[in-house]
């Protein structure tokens, strides 16, 4: 993803990266951020995003970051209490 002089990799590996997607990023940059958190609600890069989620300035996709977070968070404790074979 390249972002006027900025060139963010494919990894989202710090608290900036996550921050300059949700100020600058493409739909299909949010898209894949969002997707990620998704698959892995409770990994590095979901507690990055709230990180960068609850510092940034912006209004819109760092709300929606936390809420749905806090949502997918419950949705998989819920199904790790059931257990694979319940």
């Not at 993803?1 to 989202?12: A, R, T």
């Not at 300035?57 to 970051?65: A, D, N």
């Not at 977070?69 to 404790?77: A, P």
Request: hydrophobic share 35%; glycine share 4%.
């Amino acid at each position: 993803m390249k972002h006027q002089n900025l060139i963010v990799p494919d990894e989202y590996d710090h608290v900036t990266t996550i921050r300059s997607i949700l100020e600058r990023g493409h739909s299909s940059d949010l898209i894949r951020l969002f997707y990620r958190l998704r698959q892995q609600p409770f990994s590095e890069l979901a507690d990055l995003a709230l990180e960068a989620a609850r510092t940034s300035e912006i209004y819109g996709y760092p709300q929606m970051i936390e809420a749905c977070l806090l949502k997918w968070r419950s949705d998989d404790t819920d199904r790790q209490e059931i257990g694979p074979d319940d």
